[in-house]
């Protein structure tokens, strides 16, 4: 089987759906194939930060049920930039040297990190600046990396907002009302458009395309006229006000987010036709629960091919699914590649070919 090998694995930034499934992956492969020693690290960098570091070996018995379970065993976060980290008195710290060593202080051969675009890039920064053998497992429900047709979370988010719409249809049909559904999609409106598709909608809004407020009102008097007296919308949250204005809202903490723009598309609408609207906000639903069968399957693939890059001594790459294989990628070539919707693309045909108004 090899070298004995002591490899660490942590989940980065926000959660979805099919991160526990890579783990439980990890895991069997490592101790199955090769005979290693996994480690879980706990709460990303922060675990590595922690004195002492903060591990947990991880065992077959311990991750054997994992395969549907939503969330991250492990536990992970999205704030405090380990290279310019917040302090209580409100300073900024580099704590890189901290986290690198950690990883040494538990003799890791490698390590394996799930995360997006950001997470790979600071996790990458850090395995250049300390010695750190990485190997990196794409994970964003926005799906908008580049060089990988499947990052994990995506699918099941879609499948969440396919479920709302379909949902939203019998209610909307009820009442005679437009439902306007504001889904995730930080900057790349993928989860809204496989779901408008999927789901029927009438209107599907993007930040890839600009759209305007007459147009969406027409769809709306057009099936009106033709005796359907319901219209369903799905919109991304970063989608902007047809001025062009990015729409946030400020959380409890003082924090600026996306959201709002499915309230200011109803007050729009209802302004200028008068018809009563509703809107949900998916939010955080989208990133949690059951993954979906294929989320499972790419998690399992990539968590096995991750281990066997470190077989290899393959290191500071990225998995990828491309043409119904896993392979990989060095990680500057993956987060340097951000992939949007393309608006020529077959999703964007498809949606105009069923009549789905989607921009101009």
């Known amino acids: 089987m090899g070298e004995h090998k002591r490899i660490g694995i942590l989940t980065s930034g926000g959660d979805c759906s099919g991160l526990n499934a890579v783990i439980r992956a990890v895991v069997h492969c490592a101790v199955n194939t090769y005979g290693w020693e996994v480690l879980g690290i706990r709460q990303a ?5 922690a004195r002492p570091p903060q591990a947990t070996k991880l065992e077959i018995e311990q991750v054997d049920s994992l395969l ?8 992970t976060t999205n704030k405090g930039d380990p290279f310019a980290f917040p302090m209580p008195d409100g300073s900024l710290c580099d704590r890189s040297e901290e986290i690198i060593a950690g990883y040494h202080e538990l003799n890791l051969d490698a ?5 997006g675009d950001g997470s790979l890039a600071i996790l990458r920064r850090l395995a250049q600046q300390g010695g750190i053998n990485l190997v990196g497992i794409p994970k964003t429900i926005d799906n908008d990396i580049g060089v990988t047709e499947h990052a994990i979370g995506f699918d099941t988010a879609v499948n ?6 379909d949902r939203l249809h019998f209610t909307a049909a009820s009442h005679s009302r437009v439902m306007i559904l504001e889904v995730m999609g930080r900057d790349a409106g993928h989860i809204a458009i496989a ?4 789901g029927g909608a009438d209107v599907i809004l993007i930040p890839e395309i600009p759209y305007t407020i007459d147009h969406i009102c027409y769809k709306i008097k057009e099936r009106q006229e033709t005796g359907k007296n319901y219209c369903l919308i799905i919109v991304s949250e970063a989608v902007r006000t047809h001025d062009g204005e990015i729409v946030t809202m400020t959380n409890r903490l003082g924090q600026s987010r996306y959201g709002g723009i499915g309230e200011y598309l109803a007050d729009q609408i209802i302004q200028r036709v008068g018809v009563e609207t509703r809107v949900t906000v998916l939010g955080h639903i989208q990133r949690g629960g059951t993954a979906s069968p294929l989320d499972r399957l790419v998690a399992t693939a990539f968590g096995v091919a991750a281990v066997n890059l470190i077989a290899e001594g393959k290191y500071d790459r990225m998995v990828t699914w491309q043409n119904r294989q896993v392979l990989s ?12 919707v393309d608006p020529n693309g077959t999703l ?3 949606a105009r070919g069923m009549g789905i108004y989607l921009g101009d």
């Open 195 to 198: 779901a408008g598709i999927a």
């Open 160 to 165: 969440i907002a396919t479920e709302a719409l």
């Open 329 to 340: 990628v060095p990680i500057t070539e993956a987060i340097a590649q951000y992939s949007a």
């Open 348 to 350: 964007v045909k498809t």
């Open 45 to 49: 960098t922060l675990g590595l930060m």
């Open 68 to 75: 549907t379970a939503g969330g991250t065993m492990l536990g």
């Open 111 to 115: 390590l394996i990190g799930i995360g």
